[in-house]
């Protein structure tokens, strides 16, 4: 039976989530280390359906002029695994992230299905559309647009996968890994539809563990690496994969003899070894995280501007300079990023353990500003947790701070701190920071949500997560714009139902 036969008309669609790193920027660089890694509920999108003719077309309808064609050889005969070859067509736009994408899972799924079945299921060609949650690209233009305020409930109104009216390369990123959850998404729907993985492998209910979803982020890692041209840590794509988590990184030897030009003559190492789970090299760990319940994630593009490659190259130059006093800081900085994980994950464990106790606790405390939470008498385990918990997030704010300044790099620089205490003084808010490897460009702040304020028609002027939107429309030093995006609780890389994504159907058919 056919790959189309199987899957009727509907296009295979899979997503990947976005990411925010709130603690281990540039530690998450050393394996040494860890970080936490949230994912968020705006993702990317890819959806496959096979063509009408040879070839393979990719386009993104968000942009002007998104949209790149290929041409795709498969040798090799009923035995054999055979080669595959993506060439971009003449005239064609470029795109190296879905090119090698492209190229390397086709050659891994020639490897699994052999290169008979891979040409056979390309007969048709593939057309593949790939959107992304607007929270990915800045909606300041757009809310102006429409004459709304930067307000969360103001985003309701943007229509989903909005089209952005630039192209690709001109278009305002917000930090939330869109390269990273494009091509895992595309990987995973590739490798789906070309059944070169199980058809449950990336369902919520793949509780046995197929070995789908961890084949399918190896290959998005290989090909995320090659498209950048360096071996990275590798959490965006791991968020994208699995979800939240504690992520400690792959030693990049794993990559390293698959990073080679296609062009030298040499045989290359085979995909589906190199790649698969069982290769004792991917030796990086992913430890389950969530965020307690009844805290809310928000998120804030600021328009200020980061070079994120910039400030990671000075700040390692720093570190290889200052060896023992940098081993000594990112000891410590570690030290704090872990017992902050901790004491989050032990928030989780205490609603479990007494959820009245805990809903009384964060009400109270979503009233009082943190640095009041310790007058608090008497006081509950919960309310303990909490005010460590607190400490531990400015903890890790100030050393990120030291290590800015000695290394001589704005990770949090006064204009964010200024923000940040800004927020962080609003009753109901237990911490915040500068995503990732730091800058001028978002900011993240967990607020205690104990009235489930996800729901924006809900906000009052009443809860932490209002206040800090306050502080966010009336700050004039920076343009700040909130992001609508949450924790998202499912396991990263997710098969969809076109029905089920609010506004993709009308995406696809743009």
Same mark, same amino acid.
């Given at each position: 039976?056919?790959?189309?036969?199987?899957?009727?008309?509907?296009?295979?669609?899979?997503?990947?989530?976005?990411?925010?790193?709130?603690?281990?920027? =540039?530690?998450?660089?050393?394996? !040494?280390?860890?970080? %936490?890694?949230?994912? #968020?509920?705006?993702?990317? =999108?890819?959806?496959?359906?096979?063509?009408?003719? !040879?070839?393979?077309?990719?386009?993104?309808?968000?942009?002007?002029?998104?949209?790149?064609?290929?041409?795709?050889?498969?040798?090799?005969?009923?035995?054999?695994?055979?080669? %595959?070859?993506?060439?971009?067509?003449?005239?064609?736009?470029?795109?190296?992230?879905? =090119?090698?994408?492209?190229?390397?899972?086709?050659?891994?799924?020639?490897?699994?299905?052999?290169?008979?079945?891979?040409?056979?299921?390309?007969?048709?060609?593939?057309?593949?559309?790939?959107?992304?949650?607007?929270?990915? =690209?800045?909606?300041?233009?757009?809310?102006?647009?429409?004459?709304?305020?930067?307000?969360?409930?103001?985003?309701?109104?943007?229509? /989903?996968?909005?089209?952005?009216?630039?192209?690709?390369?001109?278009? $305002?990123?917000? +930090?939330?890994?869109?390269?990273?959850?494009?091509?895992?998404?595309?990987?995973?729907?590739?490798?789906?539809?070309?059944?070169?993985? /199980?058809?449950?492998?990336?369902?919520?209910? @793949?509780?046995?563990?197929?070995?789908?979803?961890?084949? &399918?982020?190896?290959?998005?890692?290989?090909? $995320?690496?090659?498209?950048?041209?360096?071996?990275?840590?590798?959490?965006?794509?791991?968020?994208?994969?699995?979800?939240?988590?504690?992520? &400690?990184?792959?030693? /990049?030897?794993?990559?390293?003899?698959?990073?080679?030009?296609?062009?030298?003559?040499?045989?290359?190492?085979?995909?589906?070894?190199?790649?698969?789970?069982?290769?004792?090299?991917?030796?990086?760990?992913?430890?389950?995280?969530?965020?307690?319940?009844?805290?809310?994630?928000?998120?804030?593009?600021? @328009?200020?501007?980061?070079? #994120?490659?910039?400030?990671?190259?000075?700040?390692? !130059?720093?570190?290889?300079?200052?060896?023992? *006093?940098? #081993?000594?800081?990112?000891?410590?900085?570690?030290?704090?990023?872990?017992?902050?994980?901790?004491?989050?994950?032990?928030?989780?464990?205490?609603?479990?353990?007494?959820?009245?106790?805990?809903?009384?606790?964060?009400?109270?405390?979503?009233?009082?500003?943190?640095?009041?939470?310790?007058?608090?008498?008497?006081?509950?385990?919960?309310?303990?947790?909490?005010?460590?918990?607190?400490?531990?997030?400015?903890?890790?704010?100030?050393?990120?701070? *030291?290590?800015?300044?000695?290394?001589?790099?704005?990770?949090?620089?006064?204009?964010?701190?200024?923000?940040?205490?800004?927020? %962080?003084?609003?009753?109901?808010?237990?911490?915040?920071?500068?995503?990732?490897?730091?800058?001028?460009?978002?900011?993240?702040?967990?607020?205690?949500? /104990?009235?489930?304020?996800?729901?924006?028609?809900?906000?009052?002027?009443?809860?932490?997560?209002?206040?800090?939107?306050?502080?966010?429309?009336?700050?004039?030093?920076?343009?700040?714009?909130?992001?609508?995006?949450?924790?998202?609780?499912?396991?990263?890389?997710?098969?969809?139902?076109?029905?089920?994504?609010? +506004?993709?159907?009308?995406?696809?058919?743009?």
């Amino acid at each position: 039976m056919s790959t189309e036969q199987e899957q009727g008309a509907s296009p295979t669609v899979v997503s990947a989530p976005g990411k925010v790193l709130i603690a281990g920027g =540039y530690l998450v660089l050393d394996q !040494k280390y860890s970080g %936490v890694v949230v994912s #968020t509920s705006s993702r990317f =999108y890819t959806a496959i359906r096979s063509g009408s003719e !040879k070839g393979i077309r990719v386009r993104s309808p968000q942009f002007e002029n998104a949209s790149w064609e290929y041409d795709v050889s498969v040798n090799g005969g009923e035995e054999e695994e055979g080669d %595959v070859r993506v060439s971009q067509r003449d005239g064609a736009q470029t795109n190296r992230f879905v =090119y090698v994408a492209l190229q390397q899972t086709l050659r891994l799924a020639c490897e699994i299905t052999g290169a008979a079945h891979l040409d056979s299921a390309l007969a048709r060609g593939l057309d593949v559309t790939i959107v992304g949650a607007n929270d990915f =690209y800045s909606q300041r233009a757009k809310l102006a647009e429409l004459g709304l305020e930067p307000r969360i409930a103001s985003l309701a109104q943007i229509p /989903p996968f909005a089209y952005t009216g630039v192209s690709l390369k001109d278009v $305002h990123k917000t +930090g939330l890994g869109s390269s990273a959850a494009l091509i895992t998404s595309l990987v995973g729907a590739l490798l789906l539809h070309l059944t070169a993985i /199980p058809s449950t492998a990336l369902d919520a209910s @793949d509780t046995a563990g197929s070995g789908g979803r961890a084949l &399918t982020h190896a290959a998005a890692q290989l090909a $995320h690496c090659l498209a950048q041209g360096k071996v990275g840590s590798g959490f965006d794509v791991a968020a994208a994969s699995f979800g939240s988590q504690i992520y &400690t990184r792959f030693s /990049p030897r794993v990559l390293a003899p698959l990073m080679s030009d296609d062009a030298g003559g040499a045989k290359k190492p085979s995909l589906r070894t190199a790649l698969a789970p069982a290769n004792a090299d991917w030796d990086h760990t992913v430890a389950p995280f969530q965020l307690p319940p009844a805290t809310r994630l928000m998120l804030a593009d600021v @328009d200020a501007g980061s070079d #994120t490659p910039s400030l990671v190259g000075r700040v390692l !130059k720093w570190r290889q300079s200052a060896c023992a *006093e940098a #081993t000594a800081l990112w000891d410590a900085l570690a030290a704090s990023n872990d017992a902050l994980a901790k004491a989050l994950l032990r928030l989780s464990e205490l609603h479990a353990q007494d959820a009245q106790t805990y809903t009384v606790a964060f009400a109270r405390l979503a009233q009082l500003p943190a640095a009041q939470w310790s007058s608090i008498t008497p006081r509950d385990v919960v309310t303990d947790m909490l005010i460590d918990a607190h400490r531990l997030a400015e903890d890790v704010r100030a050393k990120m701070r *030291e290590m800015g300044a000695r290394a001589g790099v704005p990770i949090e620089p006064p204009e964010q701190t200024a923000l940040l205490d800004a927020c %962080v003084a609003q009753a109901g808010v237990l911490g915040g920071g500068v995503p990732g490897a730091g800058g001028y460009d978002a900011v993240w702040v967990l607020v205690l949500d /104990p009235g489930a304020s996800s729901n924006a028609a809900n906000i009052t002027e009443e809860t932490p997560l209002r206040r800090v939107e306050n502080v966010w429309a009336g700050w004039s030093a920076l343009d700040v714009s909130p992001l609508s995006a949450t924790e998202s609780f499912a396991r990263g890389l997710r098969r969809e139902r076109v029905q089920d994504v609010p +506004g993709l159907e009308e995406a696809l058919n743009v």
